[in-house]
């Protein structure tokens, strides 16, 4: 199995299209307030630009629901990622949407797992999430063959470790790519995708 790779944060056309090139399974395209913002309209340009193959992922930051079903709706993402309290009820009815959804967790001291709210797909963030600040890896602890995603201060230097460390379902990388704040690099996106598969040991 494959290694699943989510490119989160994008917000332009060269971003999408490395992205895509350098073999990403996801690209993510951020909705709440956060340096990577962008629009519905702007997003919908990017999401025809991608293929059926690569999921497109809105991120939402305790949103209202008809907010986000909005969003989603106009922008033609295919997945909704939600970090925030949002409940099982909230879950369930973006379901009827159609919507893969993704539930973004901070670690802590309790371990999430992949499907309690009725989720896809389980993104394990740093308990400062956003931060880019990596985090102890080592103390996560999941089943095996959970569908979950590693995130939280990952770059192309330190991925191939984290992989081999908690051999997660994929991983999430926005800030470990960039620049400067906001601003992807191409060569550290393709640089980080192909670090995450040179290293990819599954459980």
């Known amino acids: 199995m494959t290694l699943f790779v989510k490119i989160c944060g994008l917000r332009t056309e060269q971003d999408v299209d490395t992205a895509v090139e350098a073999g990403a399974d996801a690209v993510g395209f951020v909705f709440s307030d956060s340096p990577r913002r962008i629009d519905p309209a702007a997003a919908a340009r990017l999401v025809a630009r991608v293929p059926e193959s690569v999921l497109t992922v809105g991120v939402f930051r305790r949103e209202p629901l008809d907010h986000v079903r909005s969003v989603a709706a106009e922008s033609g993402i295919r997945a909704v990622q939600l970090h925030g309290p949002e409940d099982r009820g909230y879950y369930a009815d973006l379901a009827t949407g159609g919507w893969t959804l993704i539930r973004a967790a901070a670690f802590g001291d309790s371990v999430p797992r992949c499907g309690e709210f009725g989720e896809d797909m389980l993104l394990l963030d740093a308990p400062v999430p956003g931060s880019g600040i990596a985090w102890d890896w080592s103390r996560k602890q999941v089943a095996a063959g959970e569908r979950w995603l590693l995130a939280g201060g990952l770059t192309p230097e330190n991925v191939r470790e984290a992989v081999d460390v908690t051999r997660p379902w994929g991983v999430d990388v926005s800030s470990g790519v960039e620049?400067?704040?906001?601003?992807?690099?191409?060569?550290?996106?393709?640089?980080?995708?192909?670090?995450?598969r040179a290293g990819a040991v599954l459980g």
């Open 179 to 196: 620049a400067s704040r906001g601003v992807k690099n191409p060569a550290l996106i393709t640089a980080f995708v192909e670090a995450a």
